[in-house]
């Protein structure tokens, strides 16, 4: 009797640890399909690009930038790259979706 309870017991909190991941995961995807559905592209200007050196020898770069908004409000972010991007736009530009 005592080991049924037990397996239930962990039957429950994978059960829920399984829920919480998913629930994660779709609150992520639901932030990538918002941009999918209503994003652009927009003129960036680069205020910054920095290597890395992550876990397990890997590199990448985190970009800083800024752009003004339709409404013509200043937004600033930054986002992480691989290490062999590059920008491709002149004069510290480039495109960045909005």
Same mark, same amino acid.
């Given at each position: 009797?005592?080991?049924?309870?037990?397996?239930?017991?962990?039957?429950? %909190?994978?059960?829920?640890?399984?829920?919480?991941? #998913? +629930?994660?995961?779709? #609150?992520?995807?639901?932030? !990538? @399909?918002?941009?999918? @559905?209503?994003?652009? %592209?927009?003129?960036? =200007?680069? %205020?910054?690009? %920095?290597?890395?050196?992550? &876990?397990?020898?890997? $590199?990448? $770069? !985190?970009?800083?930038?800024?752009?003004?908004?339709?409404? +013509?409000? &200043?937004?600033?972010?930054?986002? &992480?790259? /691989?290490?062999?991007? $590059? /920008?491709? +736009?002149? =004069? =510290?530009?480039? &495109?960045? /979706?909005?």
């Amino acid at each position: 009797m005592e080991e049924e309870v037990e397996k239930a017991k962990i039957w429950m %909190q994978t059960s829920l640890i399984i829920l919480v991941l #998913f +629930g994660v995961m779709s #609150f992520k995807s639901c932030e !990538e @399909m918002k941009f999918k @559905m209503s994003g652009q %592209q927009v003129d960036a =200007n680069f %205020q910054g690009i %920095q290597q890395y050196k992550g &876990r397990r020898g890997s $590199r990448y $770069r !985190e970009v800083k930038y800024s752009f003004l908004s339709p409404e +013509g409000e &200043r937004i600033a972010g930054s986002s &992480r790259v /691989p290490s062999e991007w $590059r /920008p491709t +736009g002149t =004069n =510290n530009t480039g &495109r960045s /979706p909005f």
